[in-house]
């Protein structure tokens, strides 16, 4: 049976064939316009469509990275299925380096958005509209905030099956599961009933080449596992375990603090993990872990107030902290950092 061909805003996408399509947004003060921009592969081959995207919040650059070189990569003579990749859908944010619409808005609190209402409920729902609808599955890429890094984790809700085979496929050291927050793009992918994975990796404003590397990789192995490319997936050492819970240590004390432990680094309960210290005075205060686990997520300013957030803990249950920390050393090697 002939394979048909592709429809995404009004445009038409032959088999075997990459297009891109320009779908107006919204316009800037000047009267310049904005679109979201979406390439799209489709196959030869029928097969699910996977909806890639990045920078729902506009400094998070790793993903956009990770868009850029899987679209080199990609051949739409070699694939099952369509992909369609939204490097950046904040395009507003983008442009300002900031994670937020102009009207200070999270786009990621938004979905399903309304067609009358403020901008980012206009935009979630054109998003949702156009591309999310389209879909059959959606990677979700992020990066941690400003001044915070992530180590690359897949974030899901594992008492969704589908989602957790493509959380598994991908290949992280870690699967944190996490419930969908109101008005995020993971939310209404639930209400719609298609299987997401977000995958956090990184610090916002800038580049991190293993993690961009993982995240190519990761992209790959999914489409593998969905069969829409052929081929085994990449980096079988790495077999991801589930940490059902993760929580922030905070500080305790006033002024700059000397972290003793590095991201992806397991720590014992009542470990000291960092020092806080007056600026003006050689008193140290010891921070100490109240759980055991894996840091995955770190605050990069040495400077923090009393109850500021500076590590982020996975635990794990029984054996699998040893797992997990096997994974996080397998994953260190395989993924240097230089740029490629």
Known sequence: ??????????????????????????????????????????????????????????????????????????????????????????????????????????????????????????????????????????????????????????????????????????GTPVILHSKERDGSLRSLASELGIPLILYEAGEALRFDYAAIKAGVIGVQNVMKSLKMLKGRRSRKKVKPVVAHRSAWIRNEYDGLVVPKVELGQTINKGQVIAQTVNPHGDELHAIKSPYHGIVIGISNIPVANEGEALFNVAQFDGERIEHASENVDVFAEAYDQKPI
């Open 1 to 170: 049976m002939k394979h048909k061909s592709f429809q995404l805003a009004n445009q038409r996408i032959a088999p075997g064939s990459r297009h891109s399509v320009k779908i107006p947004a919204a316009r800037l003060y000047n009267d310049t316009p904005m679109d979201l921009h979406a390439e799209v592969f489709h196959g030869v081959k029928p097969g699910p469509t996977l909806l890639v995207c990045a920078a729902i919040h506009g400094d998070e650059l790793n993903g956009i990275e990770v868009c850029r070189r899987l679209m080199g990569e990609l051949d739409p003579l070699q694939l099952a299925g369509t992909v369609i990749i939204v490097p950046i859908v904040n395009v507003f944010g983008f442009i300002q380096q900031s994670r937020y619409l102009p009207d200070r808005r999270d786009l990621n609190r938004c979905f399903p958005g309304s067609e009358r209402g403020a901008l980012g409920s206009r935009l979630a729902h054109l998003f949702n509209e156009t591309l999310v609808q389209n879909a059959t599955h959606i990677i979700d890429l992020h990066t941690g905030a400003i001044h915070r890094s992530n180590l690359p984790q897949i974030r899901v809700d594992t008492d969704n099956g589908d989602a957790l085979k493509m959380a598994e496929a991908f």
